[in-house]
């Protein structure tokens, strides 16, 4: 059966997890733009509903069933005829589980499946069945997927690379997603020219591994995430390159000199080091040293002493002892970070990690309440330290308040300032004035005012 002719049907996407959901959520919109789907804002009277969903924590996961269970009264308050979707790694982990448990839900599908949507909802709509597709099919979905569409804003992601080879022991990723994959260059430059045609000016490059990145090369060899990068800085009217989530072990010598020699590369990278005690990371399966971390980190300063950092950190894995929490603690006040995000461990089903004797709830609760209020404590240092500090912004649009316009600073920290001119798409000297816990003020420098 094929469809019947494109009418407008309204599409809601609701997207937990990571950059690269968020990524994948703007490519589904795009694959089911063709079949008439258009994007709304609320759940309420929409003809589909995807979650794509996050299965990195255990309370990720719980998160998609309450928020289905909602979505199930939705569709019956409307006559049934609401298509409920489930994606992304949830989807791919628990999919048979998903249609137990939610026997409302019409389609699930896999992060590697997304290009095979439209064929199936017709086949949901022939079979008037539950569909199920999570293989990892043997085609790259990204030589199947058109291409971008819509604006995703003057700071925009752009997945390079997919899936990871690393199997630490506390990670779905592996799994969920599969095995490593980088997209060709020429692929990925020519996305990055479309985006900034339509006004992208900052472009953060994803992958779960990301700075393991080998595509292929615009002269057929592979190419390294640096190559790629300076192949990106080429592009006139791009202002800005980042690129997350990197591995310390794949920090190479050509990518961290990158940082000194790309100019459009910002000074600021997230390297999750996850705990300072060698034993956990040797438990963990990091393949690095804490001390592997620290040279990274030192000499990554000493190329650009504005070099700022920002980390993943997990507590209580299995093993972790009062001793080795302290040696995280070290190497956290040793570091000093822009910013980080910290975890309780999480037994995943399936990774090493979860059949091992586990850390009581009250120590992983305690140890973590004493490293996010370090991290806290840093995180509102290093925002102080700006104040006072002349730097560009990335101007992305209106602010809050009437008579602001809002940017981003090189360290990705939200800042406004007073002006009702539109600053958007453009880079400004501003000076910073004030640190609030989330957000920065400025002044325009008076040559920004008569740029
Ligand atoms: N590829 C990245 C790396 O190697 O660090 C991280 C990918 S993961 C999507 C993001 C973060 O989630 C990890 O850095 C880790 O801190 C956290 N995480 C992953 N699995 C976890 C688990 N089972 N329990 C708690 N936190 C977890
Ligand atoms: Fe997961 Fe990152 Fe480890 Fe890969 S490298 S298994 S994505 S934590």
Redesign the pocket.
């Known amino acids: 059966m094929t469809l019947a002719a494109p009418k407008t049907r309204k599409l809601h996407v609701v997207t937990h997890g990571?950059q690269m959901n968020v990524y994948d959520s703007a490519r589904m919109a795009d694959v089911l733009a063709p079949l008439g789907y258009a994007a709304v804002d609320s759940p309420e009277g929409a003809d589909m509903v995807i979650m794509n969903t996050c299965h990195?924590?255990e309370r990720a996961a719980e998160k998609v069933f309450s928020a289905l269970g909602r979505l199930r009264d939705l569709k019956e308050a409307g006559g049934g005829t609401m298509m409920i979707a489930v994606t992304g790694c949830v989807a791919q982990a628990e999919g048979d589980v998903i249609l137990k448990r939610a026997p409302y839900v019409d389609l699930v599908v896999g992060p590697q499946a997304y290009h095979r949507l439209p064929e199936l909802i017709a086949r949901v709509h022939r079979t008037q069945a539950s569909v199920l597709d999570t293989d990892f099919p043997a085609e790259q979905k990204f030589d199947f997927l058109p291409e971008a569409a819509a604006h995703q804003g003057v700071i925009a992601n752009l997945t390079i690379q997919e899936g990871?080879d690393?199997f630490?022991s506390?990670?779905?990723?592996p799994y969920t997603r599969g095995a490593e994959a980088s997209r060709p260059a020429a692929a990925i430059i020519a996305e990055a020219r479309r985006m900034v045609a339509l006004g992208t000016r900052e472009i953060a490059l994803l992958g779960?591994?990301v700075n393991a990145y080998h595509g292929e090369g615009l002269d057929g060899r592979s190419w390294s995430l640096a190559r790629l990068l300076s192949a990106l800085a080429e592009i006139p009217e791009l202002r800005r390159l980042r690129y997350t989530?990197s591995?310390p072990s794949d920090m190479t010598e050509e990518l961290i000199l990158a940082h000194r020699d790309n100019e459009k590369l910002m000074p600021f990278l997230h390297l999750?080091v996850?705990s300072g005690s060698d034993k956990i990371l040797a438990a963990m399966n990091r393949k690095h040293k804490a001390d592997d971390f620290r040279r990274i980190v030192a000499r990554l300063r000493e190329l650009r002493a504005d070099m700022a950092f920002t980390s993943?950190?997990?507590v209580g894995h299995p093993g972790e002892t009062d001793a080795d929490f302290a040696a995280t603690m070290a190497l956290v006040r040793e570091t000093g970070f822009a910013l980080a995000?910290s975890?309780?461990?999480?037994?995943?089903p399936g990774?090493p990690a979860a059949g091992l004797p586990q850390v009581p709830a009250a120590v992983k609760d305690a140890r973590l309440y004493e490293l996010q209020a370090e991290l806290r404590r840093q995180q509102d240092a290093f925002n102080a330290a700006t104040v006072g500090l002349t730097t560009p912004v990335l101007f992305t649009g209106a602010g809050r308040h009437a008579g602001q316009q809002a940017g981003r600073t090189i360290y990705a920290q939200p800042i406004n300032v007073e002006s009702h001119a539109s600053l958007t798409g453009t880079v400004r000297t501003v000076t910073v004035t004030h640190a609030n816990p989330n957000s920065l003020l400025g002044n325009l420098e008076q040559e920004s005012l008569a740029a």
């Open positions: 990571c990195i924590r990871c690393k630490c506390f990670c779905v990723v779960q591994n989530t591995h999750p996850q993943d950190f997990i995000y975890f309780n461990y999480s037994p995943r990774t």
